[in-house]
C-alpha cells in the first residue's frame, strides 16, 4: 500500500500539471465528510465544487447506479433510452418557465454550453435565416468551461492566455453596475445571435447582478431577437434553493440554459434545455454525444432529483444559506479590512477578502474544513444541499480562526 505521500510523488510524474491540487488523496466520502488516504477525516462544504448536491454516498444515488450498472451502462444515441426519456420529462417539468421545452443531454458544464452556443448559431442561421447574426456576448468576469469557445466566452483574461487568436464573434460586455446599465444593454443589436450570462456569477466571485438587471436584459434581447441563455451549470440543480438560478432574483426565465455539475450528483452528465421554438434548430445529424444521456448518468440525475424532492431540499437550502450569510456577516464585523463582504444565494455563498483567498482557503484545511476560492480573493461555500446548520457553523469557525 502506498502512503499519500507517495500517491503525491507519483501524481507529479504522471500527470499533466494544469491542476495544482491540495496535498490531500481522498479516499471516501459519506454525507458532507471527506477521508483521504491517511483516515483523516474533513468536513466538506465544497462538494466537488457544487457537484454534490445529495452529499456522498447517498443510499438513493449509491441503489440508482448500483443497479443501472448491473442492467445496462450504455448503448449510444441510436436507440430511445428510458432513463434519458425520463430525465429529460422530470427537468422538463420543472424548468416550467420555459414549457413546452426540449433537453439535450451531454458529458459537461463546456459541452452543454458548447451545445447552447451551437443551438443559438443554428437557430439564427437557419430557422430565422439571418446569417449575419454572428456576435455572442458574455460578460466580464464569467466562466463558461474550457473548451475553444467556451473559453473564448470567458471574460477572464488568464483563462485565455495562450490560446489566441480565440473567436472573433465571442464578445464580451461590461458586468452592470445598475439594472439599466447602458453600457451592457445598448451593445446588443439585431447583429447579435445571442447572449451568455451566469444567473450569479460563481468562479468570476460569486457576483450577483444588480437587481432588475435581467429583467432588462430579457426585454433587450426580445426587442432585437437575441437568443437569451443562462449558464445553470453551478446555479442550477437546487444550489440556490430554487431547481434553477433564474427562478429567484428577478424571476427572467431564458431562452436556453446549461446544466451539469450537480444534475447526477458527481456522475459526468451535462445538458441543455430550451424552448420549443429555439429547440427546433436541432435537426438530425446537426449535433450529438456519443455518451451523452446515457443510462448510467440519467439513472443518477433521477436519483438526484428525486432526492431533492423527497428530502425538502430546496426549503433546506433556502433556510440554510440564510443561517451561513448569517453567520458569515458576523465574520465581517469581527475582521473588519479583512473580511469585506457577503454574497450570493442559497448555498452558493463567498465571502469577499481584502487579498488573496488561498493561503486561508489553505489554513482552514489543515482545521479539517474543505472551501474553495473563487475569484482570487473570495472564500466560496457550495456545500452538499443537505448540509446541516451545526456542520456550517464548524466551517464558520474554522474560517474564523484562519482569519484571526
Ligand atoms: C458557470 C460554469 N459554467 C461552466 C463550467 C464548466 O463546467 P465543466 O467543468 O463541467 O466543463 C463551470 C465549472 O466550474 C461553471 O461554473
New binding site residues.
Given amino acids: 500500500m502506498r502512503t499519500e505521500q507517495e500517491w503525491i510523488e507519483v501524481a507529479q510524474r504522471v500527470l499533466t500539471k494544469n491542476y495544482k491540487p491540495q496535498p490531500v488523496v481522498m479516499e471516501r466520502g459519506k454525507g458532507c465528510e471527506v477521508w483521504d488516504v491517511s483516515k483523516k477525516r474533513y468536513l466538506d462544504l465544497v462538494g466537488g ?2 457537484a454534490c448536491p445529495i452529499g456522498h454516498a447517498h443510499e438513493a444515488l449509491v441503489r440508482a447506479v448500483s443497479e443501472q450498472a448491473a442492467t445496462l451502462i450504455h448503448v449510444s444515441n441510436l436507440f430511445y433510452i428510458e432513463k434519458q426519456i425520463a430525465l429529460a420529462e422530470k427537468i422538463e417539468s420543472l424548468a416550467k418557465e420555459l414549457q413546452p421545452a426540449r433537453v439535450f443531454f451531454c458529458n ?6 458548447e451545445a447552447a452556443i451551437k443551438l443559438a448559431k443554428r437557430y439564427q442561421t437557419m430557422v430565422k435565416g439571418k446569417p449575419e447574426r454572428t456576435t455572442i456576448f458574455s460578460f466580464e468576469g ?6 475553444v469557445a ?1 473559453v473564448a466566452l470567458t471574460g477572464q483574461e488568464k483563462y485565455r492566455a495562450g490560446f489566441g487568436p480565440l473567436i472573433e464573434w465571442a464578445r464580451f460586455l461590461p458586468w452592470p453596475e445598475s439594472a439599466t446599465d447602458a453600457r451592457a444593454l445598448d451593445a446588443i443589436s439585431e447583429q447579435t445571435c445571442a447572449v451568455i450570462l ?1 444567473p450569479i ?3 468570476g466571485g460569486i457576483r450577483v447582478p444588480p437587481p432588475g438587471f435581467l429583467r432588462a436584459l430579457r426585454k433587450r434581447c426580445d426587442d432585437t431577437g437575441t437568443v437569451l441563455i443562462f ?5 442550477g440543480v437546487g444550489r440556490t434553493g430554487h431547481w434553477f438560478g433564474y427562478q429567484g432574483g428577478d424571476a427572467v426565465a431564458p431562452d436556453v440554459f ?1 446544466l ?2 450537480g444534475l447526477a450528483g458527481g456522475v ?1 452528465i ?1 445538458a441543455i434545455v430550451a424552448r420549443e421554438e429555439f429547440a427546433r434548430a436541432f435537426e438530425p445529424g446537426t449535433h450529438a454525444s456519443t455518451f451523452g444521456g446515457n443510462p448510467l448518468a440519467c439513472a443518477a440525475g433521477l436519483a438526484v432529483l428525486e432526492t431533492i424532492e423527497k428530502e425538502g431540499l430546496l426549503a433546506h437550502t433556502e433556510k440554510m444559506g440564510r443561517h451561513l450569510a448569517g453567520r458569515l456577516q458576523e465574520l465581517v464585523k469581527k475582521h473588519p479590512g479583512v473580511a469585506k463582504e457577503v454574497r450570493g444565494a442559497g448555498l452558493l455563498r463567498g465571502l469577499a477578502l481584502a487579498g488573496d483567498a488561498t493561503p486561508v482557503v489553505q489554513k482552514v484545511r489543515d482545521r479539517g474544513v474543505l472551501l474553495s476560492v473563487a475569484g482570487g480573493t473570495v472564500v466560496r461555500f457550495a456545500p452538499p444541499l443537505i448540509v446541516t446548520a451545526a456542520q456550517l457553523d464548524e466551517g464558520v469557525d474554522a474560517l474564523d480562526k484562519s482569519l484571526a
Fill in positions: 465544487i457544487a459537461s458544464g463546456a459541452e452543454a454550453n464569467s466562466f463558461h468551461g474550457r473548451t467556451t451566469e456569477q460563481a468562479e449558464d445553470e451549470v453551478q446555479t446549461s451539469a455539475k459526468p451535462g
